[in-house]
């Protein structure tokens, strides 16, 4: 069966410093990732996605960057956290691109910048 | 131009009433499935059922039941004798077959007392 993993599950970071947040899916080839990101109280705005390795799509302008660097592995980058940035993260993958899979969710990481 | 409304912020039942929650999606596109997906305080995203947008028929999976009207591109989501378990946030997200993500809707937040 598939699985996702995320971590780190809480993480609480100074402005201006850096931030990585990994993800890896276990279980099934050449997924689609996305990365979400929740405000407090708000819903889901969708940050990254990608159909495939080195294939990067951003939906949202602003100081994160995502990279696929293996099949299965999407990472959440920051050279600068802005208060802003604060929030819940989540990753999730699709099988493929058929409009009828659902993304299945990770745990999420607790993001708090101070 | 996509518009996913959930107009229901926040709704309160009492153990073992039904409860109806809503989702409107306006599109132009003819095919189309809707994601329900259920975030319980905890945290994670929980995907919970998908319907399409070119049957009508209701559907029943446990104590939950779907209803699709075209004519009004309403997706109704009902909990039959709702359960303290069940308070969480609830989502509605469309997916069309050009599109490889999710955009999810701004929630529901069910609270369920005894």
């Known amino acids: 069966s598939q699985t996702i993993h995320q971590w780190p599950a809480t993480l609480v970071q100074p402005v201006g410093s850096p931030l990585s947040l990994e993800c890896t899916v276990e279980?099934?080839?050449?997924?689609?990732l996305y990365w979400y990101r929740q405000a407090a109280g708000r819903g889901l705005q969708l940050l990254f996605y990608s159909v495939g390795i080195g294939q990067i799509s951003s939906e949202v302008p602003q100081n994160l960057s995502a990279s696929r660097p293996q099949d299965r592995q999407f990472i959440l980058s920051s050279k600068k956290l802005l208060l802003s940035d604060s929030g819940f993260y989540l990753c999730?993958?699709?099988?493929?691109?058929?409009?009828?899979?659902?993304?299945?969710f990770g745990n999420g990481t607790r993001l708090t910048v101070t | 131009a996509q518009k996913v409304t959930q107009a229901q912020t926040e709704i309160s039942v009492v153990e073992k009433e039904d409860v109806t929650l809503d989702c409107v999606y306006e599109t132009r596109d003819t095919t189309y499935y809707l994601f329900w997906y259920k975030q319980p305080p905890s945290g994670e995203l929980v995907f919970l059922i998908r319907r399409n947008s070119f049957d009508e028929q209701n559907e029943i999976s446990g104590r939950y039941s779907w209803n699709f009207q075209k004519s009004t591109s309403s997706f109704n989501f009902t909990i039959t004798a709702s359960q303290v378990v069940d308070s969480a946030v609830y989502f509605c997200a469309p997916r069309t077959g050009t599109a490889s993500k999710l955009t999810f809707g701004t929630g529901t937040r069910l609270q369920v007392t005894l």
């Open positions: 999730a993958w699709s099988g493929g691109v058929s409009y009828n899979s659902p993304l299945h």
């Open positions: 279980g099934t080839s050449n997924p689609n």
